[in-house]
Nanobody, 120 residues
């Protein structure tokens, strides 16, 4: 029942910052136990988990991305955000947000994804 909708710029120049939005409907992002993830998929590659923010605001970012990636949320807007700086062409891909109902559960709900292309 949870509905997720990613949005953001389709094209980002190298070295610039990516800011993506995940609008959530059907559940409060503060619902106990819920966690909100960002996952991406480069063209022709597999899914890469990027990071997560829990209902209480606790975050964990993939070590490979931690230095330049942050996840935040705005409870009043029921919205989750991804920010990644120093974009590189290899950051190109489809970016998804996904919801977990508990820390160990599957990603039960996914957004449709949003294409991000890093190019000058």
């Amino acid at each position: 029942q949870v509905q997720l909708q990613e949005s953001g710029p389709g094209l980002v120049k190298p070295s610039q910052t990516l800011s993506l939005t995940c609008a959530v409907a059907g559940a409060s992002i503060t619902t106990d136990g819920y966690a909100w993830n960002w996952i991406r998929q480069p063209p022709g590659k597999g899914l890469e988990w990027m990071g997560v923010i829990a209902y209480d605001g606790d975050t964990y970012i993939s070590p490979s991305l931690k230095s330049r990636t942050s996840i935040s949320k705005d409870n009043a807007k029921n919205t989750v955000y991804l920010q990644m700086n120093s974009l590189k062409p290899e950051d190109t891909g489809v970016y998804y947000c996904a919801c977990q109902g508990s820390p160990t559960s599957n990603f039960g709900s996914w957004g449709q994804g949003t294409q991000v292309t890093v190019s000058s």
